[in-house]
Structures are given as structure tokens and as C-alpha cells.
T-cell receptor, first 111, second 118 residues
Framework: EADIYQTPRYLVIGTGKKITLECSQTMGHDKMYWYQQDPGMELHLIHYSYGVNSTEKGDLSSESTVSRIRTEHFPLTLESARPSHTSQYLC??????????FGPGTRLTVT | AQKVTQAQTEISVVEKEDVTLDCVYETRDTTYYLFWYKQPPSGELVFLIR??????QNEISGRYSWNFQKSTSSFNFTITASQVVDSAVYFCALRGNAGGTSYGKLTFGQGTILTVHP
């Protein structure tokens, strides 16, 4: 069983606000990922990290940014939220195996 | 390029029926890995199974079974005697292993919504 946490679980925020979605894992996994899941269910990789101080953009262009200062922590930040950012954001991590383990997700609504 | 297709957008069954979720994939990699994930209404993705391309042996875990056929590029998932708690979105995913893509990118299918009625 993987231990990966995301906060908040639900967030409703007004346009223009800065927000940070938190993701933490206690497994010591080097690789971490952020996915955006639109209402049509499809998952899109928006950011990933090999390890501390390593971050890369994923397949889907995103206005968000990430940081990886500690192995266990991979926060995602939106400097100025817009209604188009309304989505579910899922964080995942991977150790030496091939499977990714996912957190519970953050449902973001920007009004 | 990699692609995963789950042609069934939605499936509705009555409890105790067997149901099969289809997954077809495309990849040029000779070594690759296939996965199934379950996403219940609570939102998290739960890892169910991983299959390596060099291991075509089918697998059974309780009421769940998986049929991997390289010849047809398919990795289908069957739930026997379905239960209401099986209601969820199910995703098939593929990870290639070529070109040093070590970050382990997963390509997901579009997902299949399974509803099991009492």
C-alpha cells in the first residue's frame, strides 16, 4: 500500500488567486508526477520529477509550476487561477518498480 | 508514438454478471509494461496490476482476471460475479521502455465507466 497524500482535497477559489496544491509521499520515491484529469476522464501528464532539484514539463502544456526541494514533497503552484484551470489534479510517485502510486487528488474549481 | 484505446466508454451490468473491459494498445517498443487502474468515486487511482511484455501468462486475483495477448495487442480485464463496489472508472495504461525514457511516462486510455446495479 502506497502512502501519498494530497491537500486540499477540494478547493473553490476566485479568479486571479494564487494557489498551491500539496503532494507528499512517505515512501522515499525518487520519481513524482502531476496529472490533470479533465471532466471527460482523460489523464494528462503536466509535470514530473526525477528527484530533488529536478523538474520537467509533461505532455500537456500547463500554466502551473512545480518544485522539488525535498524528496517527499512535490507542490504545484498556480500564480493566477483562471476558470480554465478547473479540473482534478492527481499526484503520483514511483519507486524502483514500474507502477505509479496515486494520491487521492485535488478537485479544483475556479470561479 | 504510444496509444491506448478503451473502446467501451460506459458499461452497465447487474450484480453477479461477468463483465470484460477491453484494452488495445499500440507501441513500437519491444519491451513495455501494461497496467490497469481503478478510480472509484472518491477520486484516487488504485493500482490493480502490471504486466510485462515478455510475460504473456494470464493472471487471476480473486474475482479479477487479465488476458494479455501480444498477437492482438490487447490486455483485457474481466470481473467475475460483479458487485456494486466494483462500480468505478477503469483505466488501462502503457509504459514503453525505449530511448532512455526513464521517467516512466504512462500513456492512459480514455477510461471505461463501469456501473454495477444491485
Amino acid at each position: 500500500e502506497a502512502d501519498i497524500y494530497q491537500t486540499p482535497r477540494y478547493l473553490v477559489i476566485g479568479t486571479g488567486k494564487k494557489i498551491t496544491l500539496e503532494c507528499s509521499q512517505t515512501m522515499g520515491h525518487d520519481k513524482m508526477y502531476w496529472y490533470q484529469q479533465d471532466p471527460g476522464m482523460e489523464l494528462h501528464l503536466i509535470h514530473y520529477s526525477y528527484g530533488v532539484n529536478s523538474t520537467e514539463k509533461g505532455d500537456l502544456s500547463s500554466e502551473s509550476t512545480v518544485s522539488r526541494i525535498r524528496t517527499e514533497h512535490f507542490p504545484l503552484t498556480l500564480e493566477s487561477a483562471r476558470p480554465s484551470h478547473t479540473s482534478q489534479y492527481l499526484c503520483a510517485s514511483r519507486g524502483r518498480g514500474y507502477e505509479q502510486y496515486f494520491g487521492p487528488g485535488t478537485r479544483l474549481t475556479v470561479t | 508514438a504510444q496509444k491506448v484505446t478503451q473502446a467501451q466508454t460506459e458499461i452497465s451490468v447487474v450484480e453477479k454478471e461477468d463483465v470484460t473491459l477491453d484494452c488495445v494498445y499500440e507501441t513500437r517498443d519491444t519491451t513495455y509494461y501494461l497496467f490497469w487502474y481503478k478510480q472509484p468515486p472518491s477520486g484516487e487511482l488504485v493500482f490493480l496490476i502490471r504486466r510485462n511484455s515478455f510475460d504473456e501468462q494470464n493472471e487471476i486475483s480473486g474475482r479479477y482476471s487479465w488476458n494479455f495477448q501480444k498477437s492482438t495487442s490487447s490486455f483485457n480485464f474481466t470481473i467475475t460475479a460483479s458487485q456494486v463496489v466494483d462500480s468505478a472508472v477503469y483505466f488501462c495504461a502503457l509504459r514503453g521502455n525505449a530511448g532512455g525514457t526513464s521517467y516512466g511516462k504512462l500513456t492512459f486510455g480514455q477510461g471505461t465507466i463501469l456501473t454495477v446495479h444491485p
